[in-house]
């Protein structure tokens, strides 16, 4: 079993930052990638960021240059720091892991960036 853990998320003033941490465990061989999706109200979900076990990474076009994704092969940890952050960032980011043949997702974590 294998268990996806988000935190970090929270209340945030425009122009603000958060940082979004997610740790996987359980039976867990081998992540090949992990990364970032949101979902605000009344949209669909949407990639935010990911990163491959070897550091390459792939961002949505909203997020590059505002968000950066890192993580900790060691603790099986995916970060999401997030800055300069708009109203319209405002929505449950949920995590996911990648490995084998199965991708794994958090329970989410809601980030709410008031104007």
């Known amino acids: 079993q294998v268990q996806v853990v988000e935190s970090g998320g929270g209340l945030v003033q425009a122009g603000g930052s958060l940082r979004l941490s997610c740790a996987a465990s359980g039976s867990i061989f081998s992540i090949n990638a992990m990364g970032w999706s949101r979902r605000a109200p009344g949209k669909q979900r949407e990639l935010v960021a990911a990163i491959a076990s070897a550091g390459s990474t792939n961002y949505a076009d909203f997020a590059k240059g505002r968000f950066t994704i890192a993580r900790d092969n060691a603790k099986n940890t995916v970060y999401l720091q997030m800055n300069s952050l708009e109203p319209e960032d405002t929505a449950v980011y949920y995590c996911?892991?990648?490995?084998?043949?199965?991708?794994?997702w958090g329970q989410g974590t809601q980030v709410t960036v008031s104007s």
């Open positions: 996911y892991v990648i490995a084998g043949p199965a991708t794994y």
